[in-house]
């Protein structure tokens, strides 16, 4: 009597073909991290590409209902690194330092998100890009407050350049907008989860109504903003100004902020020639704070750099705006008087200071944060890592 014959498992093969299927949802998810960075201004183009918005998201959506729930939490966290670190090439160049921080933050959002987009996915396979597109705009609104509010790269501000499209921000803000740019990727993203395998008209006919519903409502869109578009012909526009002076700003000190000046006031002197009605200076362009240095003398070279800005603004016609360090005396938690300092914006007309705007939202990490005590040692390591902390403006 032979032996039973029992069928023998490929382990190999079938560890390289699980091999091969996370290096293709890998490369999926790059591509729509490179899609998503090209949307916005990036390193290729400086107004961005932003018909490629509508589409970015597609590899996306396609690796979410793909992936198995084992590798979903991963790859949420390696698109969220990737496509923050490609989005935000320019944060290197403002400040080493976020470079270690947004991608990270960014991972973790996306650890969260794509749970949720995989949960909208296996709890309704006939429509739930529909959810999807809800929970990808949920997460954009979420992810603009509290400390951490960051709305740079947001879908809907992509369009910027498209302007009937936009105008519907005045009914819905940015976030219908950014539900009108998601929701082709997350349909299509449906529509294409085999790629163009068999099954491929069945969904396209499964989906026909969610589309042609989107389609009509798009074209709704675009016919109100070229009907609704503004009409700016009768008003009065403003000749501006805008000052930059191209300096190191990490670099301080008496001798720099002089170099800074001297570039400032000859570029605003080439500028005041051409009759402009006002004069804007960029964010902390000039440092020594104005408004200290006038009243307290702690410092008598910034003090004469402070005297001969004022001095030459007493001569101006127009109102300028100076980004400035603006320090005040108030009192700490135990009643002492110290100084404090904000990243403000004054307006200097008639030779004086009219109005002073202190920034509200700083940037977190590099300009504010507010777990001192509770976490001691990261605050000496961002302190350490010439970062410059200032306090949050009141209104």
Do not use: C
């Not at 970015?56 to 939490?73: C, E, M, N, Q």
């Not at 993203?189 to 006919?205: C, D, N, S, T, Y």
């Not at 410092?299 to 001569?315: S, T």
């Not at 300028?320 to 360090?325: M, P, W």
């Amino acid at each position: 009597m032979g032996k039973k014959a029992y069928p023998v498992l490929n382990t190999k093969n079938k560890k390289h073909s699980f091999t091969l299927k996370i290096i293709k949802e890998l490369l999926l998810l790059t591509l729509g991290a490179v899609l998503f960075s090209l949307s916005f201004p990036s390193y290729i183009s400086k107004w961005g590409f932003f018909p490629l918005a509508f589409f970015a998201l597609i590899p996306v959506f396609i690796v979410i209902h793909k992936s198995r729930w084992t590798s979903i939490f991963l790859y949420g966290i390696f698109f969220g690194f990737v496509s923050y670190a490609l989005f935000n090439f320019w944060l290197a160049k403002f400040h080493p330092l976020t470079l270690l921080i947004v991608p990270p933050i960014y991972s973790f959002y996306f650890l969260l998100v794509f749970p949720m987009l995989k949960a909208a996915d296996s709890a309704f396979p006939k429509n739930g890009y529909i959810l999807q597109s809800l929970i990808w705009v949920a997460y954009e609104y979420l992810r603009t407050k509290g400390f951490l509010g960051y709305s740079y790269g947001n879908m809907g501000y992509s369009q910027y350049l498209f302007t009937p499209l936009i105008q519907i921000a005045d009914l819905t803000g940015v976030w219908g907008i950014s539900l009108l740019v998601v929701f082709p990727s997350a349909y299509l993203g449906h529509v294409l989860q085999e790629g163009f395998k068999e099954g491929l008209k069945k969904r396209i006919k499964e989906n026909a109504i969610p589309g042609f519903m989107f389609a009509v409502i798009f074209i709704g869109v675009l016919v109100y903003g070229f009907i609704d578009r503004a009409d700016y012909s009768g008003s009065h526009y403003w000749k501006t100004a805008l000052i930059q002076q191209n300096v190191d700003p990490w670099k301080g000190g008496t001798k720099p902020y002089e170099t800074s000046l001297n570039i400032l006031l000859r570029l605003s002197r080439e500028a005041v020639l051409k009759n402009p009605d006002i004069v804007i200076w960029s964010e902390t362009s000039f440092v020594p704070g104005i408004d200290w240095h006038t009243r307290y003398r702690t410092d008598i070279d910034k003090y004469l750099l402070v005297k001969r800005l004022v001095d030459f603004l007493k001569k101006q016609k127009q109102p300028f705006v100076i980004g400035n360090d603006d320090g005040q005396l108030e009192k700490n938690e135990n009643g002492k008087e110290v100084r404090v300092d904000y990243n403000a914006t004054v307006l200097y007309e008639k030779g004086k200071i009219v109005e002073t705007y202190r920034k509200l939202h700083l940037v977190p990490f590099t300009e504010y944060f507010p777990f001192k005590k509770t976490l001691p040692r990261i605050y000496d390591w961002l302190v350490n890592a010439d970062t410059h902390f200032w306090k949050k403006g009141k209104k």
